[in-house]
């Protein structure tokens, strides 16, 4: 799923604005990747060019 497609999910599912529902998502989906530890567990190339992985 493309980055503006899943912010679009997030802020009508949380009813939040698209910029804030952007910030957030960013937050959440990168404090996961630093919280992922162990062999073969570097998903930074799933992640969207607009989290800076791309």
């Not at 799923?1 to 990168?30: E, I, K, N, Y």
Request: proline share 9%; no cysteine; net charge neutral.
């Amino acid at each position: 799923m493309r980055f503006p497609l899943f912010v679009d999910a997030v802020a009508r599912r949380s009813g939040l604005t698209p910029d804030l529902a952007a910030t957030v998502a960013r937050a959440v989906l990168q404090t996961v990747v630093e919280r992922m530890t162990g062999p073969g567990s570097d998903p930074t190339g799933y992640l969207p060019a607009e989290l800076g992985a791309g």
